[in-house]
């Protein structure tokens, strides 16, 4: 069964630096597309970012591009979320998310990021 | 990058139906067949339910369905139940390998 398991989230102050982990099993992850979608407290889902298989190719939502870096390592299943110059406007619900072809198909349970002092 | 426009809420009565718009322009659902339907519970990881426009992932029921006229695509719940209370997210390929979501409707079972 297709598992993907979300960890890292937590309070961190405003200019702060937070590293989201999803590990996934249960398929062969280094043949699919990843992505981080968020979900600000009560608000719509807003993707964040993708990667292609191979790790060389990364895609950001324009309101990220600079502060939040996505990654893979390939060998431990797992990708990565690294968060930087966090602002308020950060603090969300996190999923790490499995592509389909072009939409998202498999969705973990979420890691929740706030940023505040 | 700016976000779908859908209505913030509908609802429908036990057996009837009800259609969710999902407002874009032609850079994201007017240029493509990639919008997707997401549902999700209060609490819950969101779910898909439709993909290119019309496909029904297995073990959707095909109560549920999807089309697209221009840049305006809808999602129908037919036979309303119960269990389709819920958060209804459409989701847009946008180019560039980016994507775009609308902002969710509730639908509530009368």
């Known amino acids: 069964e297709m598992q993907v398991v979300e960890s890292g989230g937590g309070l961190v102050q405003p200019g702060g630096s937070l590293r989201l982990s999803c590990a996934a099993s249960?398929?062969?992850?280094?043949?699919?597309?990843m992505a981080w979608v968020r979900q600000a407290p009560g608000k719509g889902l807003e993707w964040v970012a993708n990667?292609?298989?191979?790790?060389?190719?990364?895609h950001y939502v324009d309101s990220v591009k600079g502060r939040l870096t996505i990654s893979r390592d390939n060998a431990k299943n797992s990708l990565f979320l690294q968060m930087n110059s966090l602002t308020a406007e950060d603090t969300a619900l996190y999923y790490c998310?499995?592509?389909?072809?072009?939409?998202?198909?498999?969705w973990g349970q979420g890691t929740l990021v706030t940023v505040s002092s | 990058q700016s976000a779908l426009t859908q209505p913030p809420s509908a609802s429908g009565s036990p057996g009837q139906s009800v259609t969710i718009s999902c407002t874009g322009t032609?850079?994201?659902?007017?240029?493509?067949?990639?919008v997707s339907w997401y549902q999700q519970y209060p609490g819950k990881a969101p779910k898909l339910i439709i993909f290119?426009?019309?496909e029904r992932p297995s073990g959707v029921p095909d109560r549920f369905s999807g089309s697209k006229s221009g840049n305006t695509a809808s999602l129908t719940v037919s036979g309303l139940r119960a269990e389709d209370e819920a958060d209804y997210y459409c989701?847009?390929?946008?180019?560039?390998?980016?994507?775009?979501f609308g902002g969710g409707t509730k639908v509530t079972v009368l």
């Open positions: 998310v499995i592509h389909g072809a072009w939409n998202f198909g498999y």
């Open positions: 249960g398929f062969t992850f280094n043949t699919h597309w």
């Open positions: 990667i292609n298989p191979d790790g060389d190719k990364t």
């Open positions: 032609s850079s994201d659902v007017g240029g493509y067949k990639y």
């Open positions: 290119d426009v019309s």
């Open positions: 989701s847009s390929f946008a180019g560039s390998k980016s994507y775009v």
